[in-house]
């Protein structure tokens, strides 16, 4: 069965510290790898994504990512880490051929609080 | 950047009456939406996807008969909660594609549906 994980329901950091948030991913064929990121109240926010090319990623509000296919993982990760960075993250998986219609599959979501 | 819009953000409705809500992607047309439920700091339940101008593919266990969805045109889509029950009330996030499988999804600021 296709699934993503991560690990950790929650990360804490300290502000100005670099933070990693995992996720790995099982599924056959090639995955489209996304991040969004959530906060209270709100809908989900596209970070970055990885459809193919340079493994590294890079996105919005200085978030990166790399993909690592042979640990099958997709780690989220920031150099400095601000207090504002906290909040829900997701990482999500679409895995073609078309017989199916594409959809997301997401982890379960982490937590990021990044105190002062 | 893209936008999706969703109304109402919070709705409050009798238990047996129904509720309406939309969805528009307003920079980008998507010929693809999906309708997500998402519990207190869980991960979103995908509901349903939706084709503009064909009948919506409901996910396993997903009433149809109770959540009536209408993709009409490129940049719309409705959600409604038809005999609504007080375990209906959820968060209910829409999402849009733009062009393409490997387009990325951008998602709405979620409803807070409140059934009494």
């Known amino acids: 069965a296709q699934s993503v994980a991560q690990p950790e329901d929650q990360v804490n950091v300290a502000e100005g510290n670099p933070l990693t948030v995992k996720c790995t991913y099982s599924v056959s064929g090639n995955p489209y790898l996304f991040w969004y990121v959530q906060y209270p109240n709100r809908g989900l926010q596209f970070l970055l994504k990885?459809?193919?090319?340079?493994?590294l990623v890079k996105g919005s509000y200085g978030f990166e990512a790399e993909f690592n296919k042979s640990q099958t993982s997709f780690h989220l990760k920031k150099p400095s880490a601000l207090v504002s960075d906290s909040a829900l993250y997701f990482c999500a998986v679409r895995v073609l051929p078309s017989s199916n219609t594409g959809k997301l599959i997401f982890g379960q979501g982490t937590t990021l609080q990044v105190k002062p | 950047g893209a936008v999706v819009s969703q109304h109402p953000s919070r709705v409050i409705c009798k238990s047996g009456t129904s509720v309406k809500i939309e969805c528009r992607s307003l920079d980008f047309q998507a010929t693809t939406m999906f309708w997500y439920r998402q519990f207190p700091k869980k991960s979103l339940m995908l509901m349903a996807t939706s084709n503009e101008g064909s009948k919506a593919t409901y996910e396993q266990g997903v009433e149809k008969d109770k959540f009536l969805i209408n993709h009409a045109s490129l940049t719309l889509s409705t959600l409604t909660v038809t005999s609504a029950h007080p375990e209906d009330s959820s968060f209910y996030i829409c999402?849009?594609?733009?062009?393409?499988?490997?387009?990325?999804?951008?998602f709405g600021p979620g409803t807070r549906l409140t059934v009494l």
């Open positions: 990885y459809i193919t090319g340079d493994n």
């Open positions: 999402s849009a594609r733009d062009i393409g499988l490997a387009g990325t999804q951008y």
